[in-house]
Nanobody, 124 residues
Framework: QVQLVESGGGLVQAGGSLRLSCAAS????????MGWFRQAPGKEREFVAA???????YYADSVKGRSTISRDTAKDTGYLEMNSLNREDTAVYYC??????????????????WGQGTQVTVSS
């Protein structure tokens, strides 16, 4: 399995931006699909974005158009940039690695490795 460590979370004002990072180790990250999921208090974990092994990108409707998922295979690091943040974006954000294609990239069960999560809090 690949080990994942997220960073970049914190307190952000509404309308602001942030970039989350996901550092991978243990296996060749480029062979994996990478996903970002989030979980708000009292809610189930939900899909945010994913990028599969050949570069296909998928986004939840709630973040589409204001988020970008990317990866730097040379650094074994993935990223999630989010703009125009609002209070509904407040959650713990998790990075995940696995194998997926198309709609499967929205399914948490496609990902076998998970980071510990990083808190994002958006203040109004």
């Amino acid at each position: 399995q690949v080990q994942l460590v997220e960073s970049g979370g914190g307190l952000v004002q509404a309308g602001g931006s942030l970039r989350l990072s996901c550092a991978a180790s243990g296996r060749t990250f480029s062979r994996y699909s990478m996903g970002w999921f989030r979980q708000a208090p009292g809610k189930e974990r939900e899909f945010v974005a994913a990028i599969n092994w050949n570069g296909g990108r998928y986004y939840a409707d709630s973040v589409k158009g204001r988020s970008t998922i990317s990866r730097d295979t040379a650094k074994d690091t993935g990223y999630l940039e989010m703009n125009s943040l609002n209070r509904e974006d407040t959650a713990v954000y998790y990075c995940a690695a696995g194998s997926c294609s198309n709609s499967g990239c929205r399914d948490p069960s496609s990902f076998g490795s998970w980071g510990q999560g990083t808190q994002v809090t958006v203040s109004s």
